[in-house]
């Protein structure tokens, strides 16, 4: 299993990105996929996961109401779009996958992809 995460730059204050994340394999419709990002520095904050179990969508509170992850599962890609950008959300994005069919998100991811870096200043 191979993600890779795409999409980043730099967006003013306000702005938006939208990021994707390719997922090979057949998992896409199966497995829990997450974004997760990473300050320099600090430990890894959990942006948003997609529970195929329950069919929802978490999101971290810092995050609600301006990021909204969706998937396509036939193009085997998730995405972010990111909204009303902060320059607190500048940081390295990743999308990673759960551990099996029908797990949770919270039973924790077991497939990363490399990291794309969004930056927002003005």
């Known amino acids: 299993v191979q993600l890779q995460a795409s999409g980043g730059g730099l967006a003013q204050p306000g702005g938006s990105l939208r990021l994707s994340c390719e997922v090979s394999g057949n998992i896409v419709a199966y497995y829990p996929i997450a974004w997760f990002r990473q300050v320099p520095g600090k430990e890894r904050e959990a942006v948003s996961c997609f529970s195929m179990s329950d069919y929802t969508i978490d999101y971290a509170d810092s995050v609600k109401g301006r990021f909204t992850m969706s998937r396509d599962n036939t193009k085997k890609m998730v995405y972010l779009q990111m909204n009303s950008l902060k320059p607190e959300d500048t940081a390295v994005y990743y999308c990673?996958?759960?551990?099996?069919?029908?797990?949770?998100?919270?039973?924790?991811?077991?497939?990363w992809g490399r990291g794309t870096l969004v930056t927002v200043s003005s």
């Open positions: 990673a996958a759960g551990t099996a069919a029908g797990a949770k998100c919270r039973d924790g991811m077991a497939y």
